[in-house]
Each structure stands twice: as C-alpha cells, then as structure tokens.
C-alpha cells in the first residue's frame, strides 16, 4: 500500500533557471555594438569613433554611470545564477565579495558575455564551448587567485604589500632605466645619437650669398676658392 505522502506532491519548481537578461541600458550598448558590425554605412557613421563605443564585457569602457550601474546589476543576477544553477561544492562558488576583487570583476564581464552570446547561436555549439572551455577554465583560475582567503569572509588583499613595493618611487625608477637602457641600445638610437654628437662638433654656419656675382660668402678657411651658385648646386 502507498503511503499518502509518497503521494503527495511538491510545489511546483523549475530544474533550471534561465540565463539572466540584461538591463536597458547594456541592451542599449550591444544593440550598438551590433551596429558597428552589421549595420548600414549611414548607421555605422551616425555612432561616430566606434572605438569608443561601450563594451560590457570590458566595464572599463562603459563610462555613462546609467550604463555601469545597469552592468553592475545584470552582473550581480549573472554571479546569483552561476553559482545555484553551475556550482555544487562550496569550492565553486563565486564569492560574496567578488566586486571587491578586481580579477573577478573583469572575468565575470567577459564570462556573462561570453554566455550571452552562446544563448543567442542558433546551435549548442558556442554553449557547448562555453560549458567545456570557458566555466571551468574561470573556476580554476578564481581557486588559484582566492584559494581560502574568502571562503567565510572577505579577507583584505594579501599582495597589497608587495604591489606597494612595485610601485614605490625606487623600483619604478630602476625599471625606467632599464627600459631607458633598451631604448638606447637599439641601432636606431645609436645613430640618432651620433648625428647629434656631429652636429654638437660642427655646427651649421650661416653665409651670406653676392646677389650680383652669385658667389657664395661664408667663413671659409684661409686660401680657399669661392664657390659660384649655380642652378644645380655649388661647384668649385
């Protein structure tokens, strides 16, 4: 006999969860991007410098502050979906603070747009590259950068100390020498310095030229023939 509660069913849940959509204005921003790419001449000129077109898959670029909150947004959904509908183990996860992490940041852009772009294929193919090469490749890169350091709690940035050290006046002026010296080393350079060391040595000397003889009147050394100015040039 069946018991009633095996009987009994659930509410009803979604398996999957769709992929989040983005807002209006990074709607906006490929909508242009697609016109960049596949529109008429007469829209591809109305957008002006395409390169400064936003791209929310580099949040750099995306300078109007509507735009950044709105990618902001979509990819605060995206982080959510990830991690109920692609991650098990706590290992996987995205981490609360992932804002806080600039190396998440700039990969969460491009793996939201990546899989953006996968949803809109009329084949699974992009999604099965997405599926194979692009999740797995960021969750091992986001273990190795993070490793334990905020598995309960945001943790400040362990390397700060050195990054301190990177940019400190001292190191920054020992590797502009060294670009310096490489600079300086290149044949071009070479020359460039030995025509200025010629010209240091011998500067140009101004004449004065005889508008009635042609002759050409100059500090020349002692004894020496005028020269006459002639169409093709001075001659002896």
Known sequence: ???????????????VGAFPAPGEEVRLAYRELH????GSEEQKKALGN?????????PASCLDPDLRHGLWEWLE??????????????????????????HLVHEIAVLADQRRRAGLAMTSDALEEW???????????????????????????????????????????RRENAFAHDVDALPASRRRADDQSTRRDGPPRL???????GEIQDDEQPGAQKRTRTE?????
């Open 35 to 38: 016109i960049a790419v596949n």
């Open 77 to 102: 959904d995206v982080v959510i979906w990830l991690n109920h509908d692609y991650s098990w183990d706590v290992a996987g996860l995205i981490p609360s603070c992932w804002p806080l992490h600039p």
């Open 1 to 15: 006999m069946t018991s009633p509660q095996h009987n009994r069913r659930t509410a009803p849940t979604s398996m």
């Open 131 to 173: 599926h194979r090469y692009c999740l797995p490749a960021f969750t091992d890169r986001m273990r190795n950068r993070l490793r334990a350091h905020c598995d309960d709690d945001h943790k400040g940035w362990p390397a700060k100390p050195r990054h301190s050290e990177h940019v400190a006046e001292a190191a920054t002026e």
């Open 207 to 213: 004449g004065l030229v005889d508008l009635d003889t």
């Open 50 to 58: 395409h390169a400064l077109l936003p791209r929310p898959w580099e």
């Open 232 to 236: 093709k040039g001075p001659r002896e």
